[in-house]
T-cell receptor, first 114, second 111 residues
């Protein structure tokens, strides 16, 4: 049973560029949440997708956008990258009927903005 | 004030010690309380979750929630070097609401 997978593993971008990160949820899961984890900090909630719609959003600017596909996989897009966007981006999947208390994380994508 | 406060440590203990990790939270709407373990450069791994107040035990791990004082604890018995990681507490009120994490406590268990 494949767990949550994310791609790419590492990414280096320049300020002002755009980036797309990808996530495939755990088999059977239908809800995907994205988090940003800065060094030495806990994960910060970006947004959550269920049934291809954004259901909840954290305190992140509109430069952060996402999408969920019919197969439940998801993308996170960040435009106009800033140095402060450098972080580990985590995707977590869960089953809507079970609730977010039982979500499973992928290994993350480490984004470095120079 | 952060919604969830957690001492970042680091916490260093000898092998076999009992470890106590703690968090406090401010939002009384939180109903679910989770503990995650995160190894260096890896994603968080769910250890256990608790609904409302009370205790929950899973092997060497015990989670405690005291909603009256808004205090969350994780106890690790007979700690092992493999327990060395960052431990994250998290809270959630249910439905479409977000999960809120603490900053994490870095634990080192010395052989």
């Amino acid at each position: 049973d494949a767990g949550v997978t994310q791609s790419p593993t590492h990414l280096i971008k320049t300020r002002g560029q755009q980036v797309t990160l990808r996530c495939s949820p755990k088999s059977g899961h239908d809800t995907v949440s994205w988090y940003q984890q800065a060094l030495g900090q806990g994960p910060q909630f970006i947004f959550q997708y269920y049934e291809e719609e954004e259901r909840q959003r954290g305190n992140f600017p509109d430069r952060f956008s996402g999408h969920q596909f019919p197969n439940y996989s998801s993308e996170l897009n960040v435009n106009a990258l800033l140095l402060g966007d450098s972080a580990l981006y985590l995707c977590a999947s869960s089953l809507r009927d079970s609730g977010l208390w039982e979500q499973y994380f992928g290994p993350g994508t480490r984004l470095t903005v120079t | 004030q952060k919604e969830v406060e957690q001492d970042p440590g680091p916490l260093s203990v000898p092998e076999g010690a009992i470890v106590s990790l703690n968090c406090t939270y401010s939002n009384s709407a939180f109903q679910y309380f989770m503990w995650y373990r995160q190894y260096s450069r890896k994603g968080p791994e769910l250890l256990m979750y608790t609904y409302s107040s009370g205790n929950k035990e899973d092997g060497r791990f015990t989670a405690q929630v005291d909603k009256s004082s808004k205090y969350i604890s994780l106890f690790i018995r007979d700690s092992q070097p493999s327990d060395s990681a960052t431990y994250l507490c998290a809270t959630y009120s249910g439905g479409y609401q977000k999960v809120t994490f603490g900053t994490g406590t870095k634990l080192q268990v010395i052989p």
